[in-house]
């Protein structure tokens, strides 16, 4: 059974920094892409950032220029590194997976790990 495992999260203020990661249980080639998605209190779950196996990288454009997705494929982790972080970016993390096998996708969630920036 796939394991993903968020940390990292916390309270900081605005314009400092936080580094999340995704511990995964399987090697991260075995997935087709991994993200990280957002849900901000009130709202539906946003992706904020995709990094793809063939190494495509995406970012949510309230999140470009401050956030960059990473991975260390020895570690089988996923990093987000999130500078200059601002109030609006409060919400729950969530590290995401998925995998086609014969036209189905499989999606894996990690649990979440709550991120709080104060004005």
């Known amino acids: 059974q796939v394991q993903l495992v968020e940390s990292g999260g916390g309270l900081v203020k605005a314009g400092q920094s936080l580094t999340l990661s995704c511990s995964s249980s399987e090697r991260l080639f075995f997935f087709d892409a991994m993200s990280w998605y957002r849900q901000r209190p009130g709202e539906d779950r946003e992706r904020a950032a995709i990094f793809t196996t063939r190494g495509t990288i995406q970012y949510h454009d309230s999140v470009r220029g401050r956030f960059v997705v990473s991975r260390d494929v020895a570690k089988q982790t996923l990093t987000l590194q999130m500078d200059n972080l601002k109030p609006e970016d409060t919400a729950v993390y969530y590290c995401?997976?998925?995998?086609?096998?014969?036209?189905?996708?499989?999606?894996?969630w990690g649990q979440g790990t709550q991120v709080t920036v104060s004005s």
């Open positions: 995401h997976a998925n995998r086609w096998v014969q036209g189905v996708m499989d999606d894996f």
